[in-house]
Antibody
Framework: EVKLVESGGGLVQPGGSLRLSCAAS????????MIWVRQIAGRGLEWVAT????????YYVDSVKGRFKIARDNAKNSLYLQMNRLRAEDTAVYYC??????????WGQGILVAVS | EIVLTQSPGTLSLSPGEGATLSCRAS???????LAWFQQKPGQAPRLLIY???IRATGIPDRFSGSGSGTDFTLSISRLEPEDFAVYYC?????????FGGGTKVEIK
């Protein structure tokens, strides 16, 4: 069974930093693209970032470029999102997702990041 | 950026009725990289359909997807109580990946 568990969320002041982690199990982590998606409360979904299996390629939505960095540790089956210079508009539930190619096919339960 | 526009915003139906949800893309979604997700309150989205019409593992056959180019449809043949939720379409053909604004299927 695919399992993705996010951690590291919480309340942070504007301009601050936070690092999200996602622990993966139940599949061969190193064989999949991995993805972060966020959802502002009561609103739709926004793709945030994607990283290739070996970490050699990264893609970001424009609004986080230069502030967020996606990373992975295949030895630890873990995905990360380093978030710097946080803004109020970054407040959302952040989901870690496994990629089937670029398609997020399995999702974690989500973690709340509140910037205030 | 491909903009996905979903309609209607809300669909009020009774259990047993059929539902038709629309997703229109601002440009052609190549390779049919169009998917549908279901989300219930307090839960993560769940993949229902990918590559326009392929059901994900464990998804009942009352869910079906169709369409091509810029116009796509998710159909639910007979609504079960557990189908009342928000549905999102999604394209993974181009970066940035994008989602539609969602259609809420609510109990009438």
């Amino acid at each position: 069974e695919v399992k993705l568990v996010e951690s590291g969320g919480g309340l942070v002041q504007p301009g601050g930093s936070l690092r999200l982690s996602c622990a993966a199990s139940g599949f061969t982590f190193s064989s999949h693209w991995m993805i972060w998606v966020r959802q502002i409360a009561g609103r739709g979904l926004e793709w945030v970032a994607t990283i290739k299996q070996d970490g050699s390629e990264e893609y970001y939505v424009d609004s986080v470029k230069g502030r967020f960095k996606i990373a992975r540790d295949n030895a630890k089956n873990s995905l990360y999102l380093q978030m710097n210079r946080l803004r109020a508009e970054d407040t959302a539930v952040y989901y870690c997702a496994r990629g089937a190619g670029w398609l997020p096919d399995s999702w974690g339960q989500g973690i709340l990041v509140a910037v205030s | 950026e491909i903009v996905l526009t979903q309609s209607p915003g809300t669909l009020s139906l009774s259990p047993g009725e059929g539902a038709t949800l629309s997703c229109r893309a601002s440009q052609t979604v190549v390779n049919n990289y169009l998917a549908w997700f279901q989300q219930k309150p307090g839960q993560a989205p769940r993949l229902l359909i990918y590559n326009v019409f392929i059901r994900a593992t464990g998804i009942p056959d009352r869910f079906s997807g169709s369409g091509s180019g810029t116009d796509f449809t998710l159909s639910i043949s007979r609504l079960e109580p557990e189908d009342f939720a928000v549905y999102y379409c999604h394209q993974s053909a181009y970066s940035p990946l994008t989602f539609g604004g969602g259609t809420k299927v609510e109990i009438k």
